[in-house]
């Protein structure tokens, strides 16, 4: 009976051992080779997909636990935004978004009160279609889309719903005169 629990116990350790090791953002290789499963307990390295091209360092907020080094740096006149309510035709109400560590890279998330934006006459949009990729569209395609994703309504191909975060720029008026989802896992 004892050797059976031994058994037992011996086999729920391994299981459970087998469980934490199978889980992990990705393999990393030491001297070319891989020992056990190669999962790094520490979240990648790797730019965040909610980081526009060219991120560096800047301010931000780290998760407990995080460890996603700097987070990252906006370009000059560049504003992350998260859509609050369905956008109308020239105007959006969105939060401030800033950058949080998680397990997987830093994601930006709004924070406060939502903030209400006018849209300028000519204005540059751009959709997500996937990982780091983008198509332009007219901006009542947006509002229609980040509308659609507020309100869970399926969204048409190639686009999807990735957490209601846009890159913006405004005007000298504060007018929003180009717009970009940004995409993450």
């Known amino acids: ?34 020992g056990g499963s190669g999962v790094s307990a520490q979240p990648s390295a790797k730019p965040s997909a909610q980081a526009p ?14 460890d996603c080094g700097q987070p990252p740096k906006l370009p000059a006149g560049h504003k992350m935004v998260e859509v609050a309510v ?5 105007s959006m109400s969105a939060k401030d978004a800033q950058p949080e560590c998680t397990p997987n890279d830093w994601i930006y998330h709004g924070k406060g009160e939502a903030k209400y934006y006018l849209f300028a006459e000519e204005v540059k949009a751009e959709l997500s ?23 869970k309504t399926p969204v048409k191909q ?19 005169k180009t717009i970009k989802e940004v995409w993450h896992p």
Do not use: F
Request: overall charge negative; some cysteine.
């Open 1 to 34: 009976m004892r050797s059976t629990r031994r058994t037992i116990g011996a086999l729920a350790l391994v299981a459970a051992l087998g469980s934490v090791a199978a889980c992990g953002p990705e393999d990393t290789q030491a001297g070319g080779t891989t």
């Open 53 to 66: 091209a060219g991120g560096s360092p800047s301010a931000g907020a780290a998760a407990p636990g995080g």
């Open 86 to 90: 369905p956008p109308s035709k020239g």
């Open 129 to 151: 279609t996937g990982s780091g990729s983008t198509k332009t569209v007219p901006v009542g395609e947006l509002w229609m889309h980040a509308g659609d994703c507020l309100t």
């Open 158 to 176: 190639p686009y999807t719903c990735s957490g209601n975060i846009y890159d913006i720029t405004v005007d000298g008026e504060g007018k929003v």
